[in-house]
């Protein structure tokens, strides 16, 4: 199986900063691939949070991740703080991607480029729902 590949978008909807903490790191010494997952979930929770959406509610629905993508660039250590640059793409009528990119903060290292899949979802009626237009609004007409 060949190895996947994940192409960045030229432009970020949004950036934000997590220090690794003690318990990120996994008996390798190094930045745990389960928290790479945390660190973009955190991410999206702020991006989210600064449109006035949670995850339960996004003008109606909330979502849910469909699919996720890791592809791992570098390690990163306990003490270093990330950037990580979030964007939304590919959408769908009934969802989109995330795309982040995430890069040690003093050296610009890249550590790793993350895609999660999402599909709204409406917990009431326990159905896929479409896009929300206040969502498609904000991040489908960017420059």
């Known amino acids: 199986m060949g190895r996947v590949h994940l192409d960045l978008p030229d432009k970020f909807d ?3 900063e997590l220090s690794i903490r ?19 979930h955190e991410a999206r929770v702020r991006l989210l949070s600064k449109h006035g959406f949670t995850e339960i509610n996004i003008d109606g629905p ?5 699919d996720v ?3 791992y660039k570098s390690e990163a250590f306990y003490g270093e703080t990330l950037k990580i640059e979030v964007a939304t793409r590919d959408f769908s009528k009934y969802g989109c991607d995330f795309v982040y990119k995430i890069t040690e903060k003093e050296t610009l290292r890249e550590i790793a480029r ?4 999402i599909v709204f979802f409406d917990y009431e ?6 896009v929300p237009e206040k969502f498609r609004e904000i991040f489908l007409t960017k420059d």
């Open 114 to 117: 993350v895609k999660t899949g």
């Open 69 to 71: 993508v890791i592809v």
């Open 62 to 66: 909330g979502l849910i991740i469909s």
């Open 22 to 40: 003690v318990n990120d790191i996994n008996y390798g010494g190094h930045l745990g691939h389960d928290t790479i997952l945390s660190l973009t």
């Open 14 to 16: 949004f950036s934000t």
């Open 125 to 130: 009626e326990r159905k896929v729902a479409p």
